[in-house]
Each structure stands twice: as C-alpha cells, then as structure tokens.
C-alpha cells in the first residue's frame, strides 16, 4: 500500500523541446499571440509547436534576460540582468536608446525589476529591491519619482492603461506610520491617490508583486506574505514560508502563486483550502494564455503547461496502466506486469492497495457483483478484505459483462461462458477455437465475437463469418447496436445484421486500442495516438462530430489503454499512469486561435517596411509568411486567405506561407484567417496594402500614342493614293481611274480602322503579346498595301500574300477559335494571273466578322481559286451561323449604316472590265436541313488566259 498525492497533469518543455536552458524567469502572453520566454540564456518565442530563440548574437546586450513587458504598439521590451534595456519590433532587436540615462539612476549593474510605458509614451522603471522609481519621457529626460527606500513605505502605481507598479519608496512627510510595527501602502492612481495602514511591518528592500483582478481587488505580496485589498480595506492575507515571486488568477481555477516552494492553487480565496503542485521545482513565474491555458516558469526545470483542459492525475505517474475496472465503487487496474491494485480516496490523497500480483501478462479486468475476474484469476471481495483463487481458463484475452447474468470470456481458444464463476459453455467443445479479442451478448441468446481473423455471430450452435478483418473491441450502444474497433481498418457499426464502416470519423489514429459508450451517449475511442470522443448529431442520417485529444490537451500519454466512467468523470488508462477528468469539462475549444504576419518577402527578399509598399513592374512575386497561434490545438490549424486585387474565392491551406506570381499591375491587400481543429475560425486579418507600377507598354498613354500614329500613317497613306493617281491620270479613262481609286481608298480605311479597333481591343484587356504581334502582321500587311496601291493589276501571287498576312491578324484577334485553308487549281500559275488588288479581303473580312466570330464552336473558312470559262472564280466559304442569324445580331446591337466591302467590289469590277462583267459575285446560303450552316460567295474576276 502507497499513498498518492492527486496531482494535475502539466507538461514540460525544456532544452529538448528547443529551450536554449532550463532556467527560465518568466513568460508572456503577446497579443498577437506569441509566447515569450525570458531564460538565463536569451529570449524566446513560441508558437505552440516550436520556439525561436534570440541571443546577443542576434542584438541583446546580454543574453540573462530578467522580465518581459509588451507596450502599446505591441513592442516586446526585455530587462536584462547587466543592466539596460532591448525591445523587439516585430522585426528584430533593437536596443533602447536611452539606455545610457537609465544606467545612471540604477545601482548594482543596472538591475531593472519591472517597466511600464505610460500613455505619453514615457518608460517607468523600477529597481530590484532599490526602492527605486525612474520616469524617461520620450525626448530622454529622466525623473526620479521614488529613491531610497525606508522601512514600511510600499507603493502602488497603477497607470491610465491599467498597468501597475509597485516597490518600497521614501516617505515624504505628507506620509506617517503611526504605529512602529506598522506598514504604509500608497495607491497612486491618474485620478488621484490613498493609503492603507498595514498592521505588521516590512523591509525597506522587500520586493513586491501586485496583480489587479477582475472584481477590482488587488493581491500584492511583499516579500512572502500575499494580501487582498479591495476599496482600501485589507480583505485577506496568506503567510508563505519563502518570498512570492509570481502572481496570476483565472476565472476557472482562482488564485495561482509561485514560491521556491511551488505552485499553490487557491480555488476559493486566499483564506480558503489551497494545493500546492510542482514542488522541488523551483517555480519562480506564472502566467496564463488566450486560450486558459497556465504556464509557469521555472529556475531549473525549464517552462511547465498546463492546458484548459485540467486532467487529474490519479496514480502511477510514468507507469503504463493496461486496464482498468470499477470494482465496489473503487477503481481497479492491473499493469503489463500483472498486477491488480485498487485506487481508494483519503484525506491525504489517493490510497493504491496492491491486492493480486503474478495474475499473468496485462490481465483482463471484469467486475460481477462482489468478484473480480482478473485474467485466469479470480477476485472476491469480503468485507474489507480480498481473496482470489485461479480459474481454469486459459490465457483470457477478453471478459464482457451479459444482460443475462453471464460473464463471456474471451480467450486463446475460443471462448467459455460464465454464471457465478462456473462455466456453463465453451465454444470450443462447439468447434469454434480462435482467438477471441472482443466479445458481447446479443439479444436472443446470441453473441457477438470479434477475433483476429474476422468478426463472428453466433446463431444457435452456429457461428456466422461476418467480415475479415481483425478486431480490437466490441462496444454496446443503446438499441441493440454495436461499434466494432478494428485494428488499422477503421470503424464499423452492426445494427440490425448490416455491418457498416464509418468514414469521416477523423480520429487521431486508425489503430483502435479501446472503446467505451458514456452516459451522454458519446462514444470514445482510444487509440495509439490519443483519444477520441465521437458525438451522434443526429441518427438518419447518421452525422456525427469528433474531438480529438492528446498531449497537447494535457494527456499524460498518447497510448490510451482502457476507459471507463465513475461519478460523470472519464477515467483513462495510459501508458504514463491514470488520469481523470468531468465529462462536461471536456468542452470543445471555442477560442478562436491568433494569428500574426512573420515576414513579406518580394522576389524571395524579406521586406522590413511596414508602410504601404509600392513595387515597380519587374518586382511581382510576392510570398506571404505567417503563424497560426494555438497552444492546445498546434497541430490543427488550417488557414484561409485571398489576394484582394486578384482572388475572386477564398483559398485554403495547411502550410504556413501562400506564394503569388507574376501578378499584373494594381493594388492589393492579402487577406487571412486561421482555424482551430475545432473549426474554431480567427479574425481575418489584414497584409500591408501594395501597389505594382503599370509597365510603360501597358500604360494608357503609350497605346493612345501608337494608336494616334497609326492613324497619322492612315492619313499618310490615303493622301499619298490620291497624290499618285491625280498626278497619273493623263488618258480618256482619266475620271474613271479616279472614281476607281477614290472606292480603293474608301476601302482600304475601311479595313484599316477594323484592323485598329482590334489593337485597341487587345489593349484594353492588357493583352500585350498578342498586340505587339498584330501590330507586327499589321506593318507587313501595311507594306503590301502600299506597294500595291500604285499598280491598277497584282499577281495572283502577291494578292494571296497579303491575304496571308490579313488572316494571321484576324487569327490572332480570334484566339485559334476559327482555322483557314486556301487552295489554288493546279491549271493555275499565280505568279502570271493579273487581277485587281484588295478585291478578295472584303469578302474574307465578311464570313470573319459576321459569320464566324459568333460562332460558339469550332470555325472553318475556306479559300478555293479555279478557273471558270474566261474568269478566275474565287469561292469563300465559312461554316458560320449564316446571313439572317448575323442580320439579326447586327439589328440587336444597333449598327447603323451597311458593310460596303461587296458593293466596292462590285463597282471596281464593272469599271476595270466594264464589257465582260454582268453579274460578278454570287451569294449562296448553306442549310443542314432547316438549320443554317454557313455561307458561299463567288466572285468571277476575267482574265487573260494568253498571258
């Protein structure tokens, strides 16, 4: 028999969790939800799953860093043991500028106890047990407002923001002890101050702490003795054996205090009942997190947690505990070894009684009334005594507990069936002998077994296969179902003969070592790697919710063995002792986790700036660096973010940097938020906004200035048409030549000012490439213009050249969405074929434009040049939506005027062969059916056929 004191279960993070050392001084919540850790060794931030550790190497004066104090601006400031200040910005250390002027007012190496900054932006410093009160405003001038300390005058400074100071101090002599063995406490305050007579008296070099709580009561301890003041009065005092170091309160656990000691609890006042944990520690610091959680530093043990959730720690810190049982009220577990013990509750602690050993490798535990069955081996109970006896059962590998009054146990070779410790069946005399992991009682006198090989019915004598894979446990819900546990392979529910996998569970493992159904009708499921509470939201369809636990919520052990229920607390067994916890604590977290930006790099350089960043064209790959902050769900934070200026949706990640690309101009804002694996979601949070220069090809003012000397080079080559055929025009077709070139001008703007609402197309959608490679088509196509505006005839030859060069354009405008094929009859030499230039392009700009481009599938035009009697026949053919779907479509969006591309050709025609042209084209519509599918036109240009 031993006795255990019931402990909490904290966690511990030292050097081989990343801590530079194992003397730590103190701890601080950040608000951007950092952890900082002031060590012997340099200064620390944790972000729940790892620490970051800064020395002189990285800017501190010295790397014993004392204290820890966030100001307004969110700057962490570090006290440092030789003397002086540094602070971090958010970006690195830097040092206090003023350190110089702090030096000269405090003796002894410059040891600083505690700062704060006041609202003008002044720091305030006290001394180490100085007596000591210095105030450096912002332009470095220094007041000394208490020096000198004298025995008996204690202060409490507490400023606009709430924050607070306090030391001993010399009396003026508006202040007076009336009483030699008495103290005075000064309460200095913005709007005034008062004093408070204490009636036992202190050193003048006592250091002191103060904490203001929630129902505006102050504890303040000087040196080892703690009060409670509230509105003046002393409310309450507690004498400690050493001097108190640390002070913090929460609203679930009361009142924590550190002492060389340990750490004392205080759950109802400090004149109530207290407990003290960790004891031989050296704790010398507490403080809580966000999320409720308590940290506690220590000077020679490195940091303790302890997570919101409180799991009591029952017996066998470190010692694996293989099953557990509730067993006359009282909870009995045996071990690996195979022994049985039952836990009693005293005064003094938790009772362990020892009460069978040697009962076999890691014993089965079942309760039937007063017996115990423990493996091979049975318990009775007698009064305040036990006895056991050994059974005739082979190694038993399960028990289960009957509606029926029977005891199944499984074993090596089957199973046997139990009434009052007498065996009334055994599977193997039936010719069932496996090894039986599981086992439940149905109803009708049939059993459930799960073994290694598969999980059994048992109907009758018969034994019916219902799967293959091997079984773990068999738990029992209400209304005849029951949950298989499966070793690697999932979990499964048998209701009404129909055996069901259930996915989407997302337990902390698939390997399954336990499960129990609670009085909340929750199931747990305890695996190799934590446990897990699954929630029934509704029945059909069945939805469920899972919340996973382990170490990070204050598990002992990721190996969960055995669970059972006593008094609506889950008592679990672990491979690192028994724990315990009230089922409506285990509470879902429902605090929202921190997030912080930790770095922007552009083109992969870190930017240190915390202005609103302008970048030129060249620099538009930016990655966006930051950390979720949860201390009891590190491992489950997924992330959520968009690039205003670019993201439409939200994305989402697990990884902890988003990297964008070759992002256009324009101005951005990268927008995050973070949740919990609880679903749990932060506030979304903002980047520094950043702008991207417009490159000068993607300026508006470059393309107007293209745009504008296109259009002087239209003028320029229209007036040079003009010019050549005035100055050429000497013949009796002297006016006809000119009204011929006169409709070739026409025409030619014509296309030209389509060509250029194209350019001016692409340059509104900031498609650059592809306007530099029409501008390129453009030019030649331009060349062909004008070499060919002072012939009246071409060659075939050149004509298809700059329909070449035309189609590439239109090509380019239309993405690939129609192709072109051109074929020319072999009777045909093009290079000796003369006809009039630019007669063809009109009609191929026509099926383009008006046929194909509203075409919603794949295109076709197709080119095809023969001969025709005395004429060259050119056909164009498209496979477009056809001439009376294309006049509605013109009708709709209000075009005025009519195309007069066919009509200029019609007329250059009758003037350039005025005796040999009757009809010149021919227009066909093409049909499947009743349905449109494209349009013909012919076009009969005479020839020469000598020549």
Known sequence: MFLHAQSLVFRQLDVENGLPCQETYETLQASDGFLWIATDRGVCRYNGRGFQCFSVEDGLLDNAVLGLYEDRGGNIWFPLALGGLNYWDGQSIKEYKYNDTLLKFIPNSGSIDRIVFDEKGSLWVVGFKEGILLEIDKYGESIPHVTAGLRGYFYIWEFANEDLLSGPFYAPSDYSISKADSSILVFKRPMGSDTLQLPFLFSGSARTEVLKQSDSSYLIAIDSILLQIKHGELKARHDFKRAVVGIEATSQDGIWITTEEGLFNFKEGLEGNYTIYLSGNNPCFVAKDFEGGLWVNSLSAGLFYLPPLRWQELALNNSAVSKLALFANEIAFSDFKGSISLLKQTKNGVQVDTILKNAGYSPILCVDGDTLYAGSNLVMRREQDCQSKKTDLQRVLSYSKGRSGKVYAGTITGYVELLQAEEVYSSADHGFSQRVTAIAEMANAEVLIGTGKGLYRKVGQSFLKISDFAVVDIVQAPKETYWILSDGQGTYRYQNGELELIEHLNLTSNLSTCGFWDSQGNLWIGTTKGLNRVEFLSEKPLRTRSTQFDISDGLPSNQINSLIEKNKALVIGTNKGIVRINLDQLDRNRTPPKLAFTGIRINN???????????????????????????????????????????????????????????????????????????????????????????????????????????????????????????????????????????????????????????????????????NDYLSNFSQLMRSILDGSSKGLISLSEELAMLENYLKLEMLRLKDKVTYDIQVGKEICAERVLIPPMLIQPILENALWHGLSSKETAGLLQLRIGLRESNLQIEVEDNGIGREMAAKQKADNRRKGESIGLQNIIDRLKIAYPKRVDQPVTIIDLFDGLKPMGTRVILLIPIDLNT
Not at 611 to 625: C, D, G, R, Y
Not at 627 to 638: N, Q, V, Y
Not at 667 to 693: A, P, R
Not at 705 to 712: D, E, I, S
Request: glycine share 4%; net charge neutral.
């Open 605 to 771: 350089q870190i930017q240190n700036e915390q202005a609103p960043i302008k970048l030129s064209p060249s620099e538009n790959e930016l990655t966006f660096e930051f950390e979720g902050i949860s201390f009891r769900d590190a491992r489950e934070l997924s992330y959520k973010y968009k690039l205003e200026g670019q993201d439409e949706l939200w994305q989402s990640t697990d990884q902890n940097k988003v990297n964008y690309t070759n992002l256009k101009a324009g101005n951005y804002t990268f927008l995050l938020s973070v949740k919990n694996g609880d679903g749990q979601w932060s506030e979304v949070i903002e980047s520094q906004s950043f702008s991207i220069k417009q490159s000068l090809f993607g300026s508006l003012w470059f393309w107007l200035g293209v745009w504008l000397l296109f259009a002087a080079l239209v003028v320029f080559i229209s007036f040079k048409i003009v010019f050549y055929v005035k100055r050429n025009e000497a013949n009796k077709r002297e006016l006809l030549i000119a009204e011929q070139v006169a409709l070739k001008a026409q025409m030619k703007p014509h296309f030209i000012f389509n060509a250029l609402n194209a350019i001016q197309l692409f340059i509104a959608r900031n498609q650059k490439k592809e306007a």
